[in-house]
């Protein structure tokens, strides 16, 4: 078992009795089958795009015009639209004109336009016979992930790893928000690809995910909320229960079940950006799965 203490005072005990992150070496799109049918928990694919790109991306992810801070404490700097900060319901005005404009600074922001992840996950459905559908609502469609810079504007007065981002889930809520979009409207699974485009070498943040899932009613109680973050939930809840650690450098990936409870820990002082999209999946026979939904 490993303690961390964070700065703010909160203790993570991590244990791993029973999970590990499946590592590889470079991309590995047959992989992907492995963590829907339950053989793995998560994947860090380990040098997954050259550095050189990654900074390249960085640097114009960083002066890009539309880069901006998003309502939320932990901190954190994005460029891209998200569905769980849509209201309910609201999905045209709020989410896919957005996307639509987004969809276009991401593109050039990736040299040639090209999309590291997209491409991945096409290769991963044509090996799985799988179709791929970008989430579209009138004639719109979400065609890129998302940027972020993780930790900027976080202080503390120790040296304490803190919160980049507080344990939560990104599918429960934000699906039963949006029963209009029929494409991923009760899938149950929602999966999160994130690829790190800039790390401080010996103080990357640490992803760790929790193999617990919480119920849209301890969702919504409000007992469960984090102490002090904008969203999420509070420690006890996943105290005791197993965990995996996943330590990105720059270039490489990780997929991740963002329907279970993860969080992000960092070292203050030292930001981390990310390139990252979730999918959810359609499963219509024991192994691997038919379909999947690309979203942000
Ligand atoms: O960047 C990570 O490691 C995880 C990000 C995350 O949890 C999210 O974007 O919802
Ligand atoms: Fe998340």
């Known amino acids: 078992m490993q303690k961390i203490i964070l700065a703010t005072g909160e203790s993570l005990q991590i244990t791993n009795n029973n999970f590990a992150a499946e590592v590889t070496e470079g991309f590995q799109p047959a992989i992907l089958a492995r963590l829907v049918d339950g053989e793995t928990l998560a994947i860090h694919m380990k040098n997954a795009v050259d550095p050189e790109w990654c900074q390249q991306v960085t640097e114009r992810f960083i002066q890009h015009p539309a880069t901006t801070t998003e309502n939320v404490t932990p901190p954190l700097y994005s460029l891209g639209s998200h569905l769980y900060s849509c209201a309910t319901g609201d999905e045209v005005s709020g989410y896919f004109l957005d996307v639509e404009r987004m969809n276009g600074a991401i593109k050039s922001v990736l040299p040639e336009g090209h999309d590291p992840i997209v491409a991945f996950l096409q290769e991963a459905c044509e090996l799985n016979n799988a179709k791929f559908e970008y989430l579209s609502c009138n004639g719109m469609s979400v065609r890129h992930g998302s940027l972020r810079i993780w930790g900027k504007g976080v202080q503390a007065s120790n040296d304490k790893q803190y919160y980049f981002a507080a344990p939560h889930e990104d599918y429960e809520e934000t699906n039963a928000n949006h029963p209009a979009l029929h494409q991923i409207y009760g899938l149950n ?69 963002a329907h279970n409870v ?35």
């Open 262 to 296: 993860h969080a992000v820990i960092g070292h203050p002082g030292f930001n981390r950006c990310s390139y990252m999209a979730f999918f959810h999946l359609v499963k219509t026979s024991p192994a691997g799965f038919s379909k999947m939904v690309f979203r942000t």
């Open 189 to 257: 699974n929602l999966y999160s690809i994130i690829l790190c485009i800039d790390a401080v070498v010996d103080r990357e943040p640490e992803t760790l995910v929790w193999n617990r899932r919480m119920t849209l009613e301890e969702i919504r109680n409000p007992d469960n909320k984090h102490a002090w973050s904008s969203y999420g939930y509070k420690e006890s809840l996943i105290e005791g229960i197993d965990a995996v650690s996943i330590r990105l450098k720059k270039g490489d990936a990780a997929i991740i079940p």
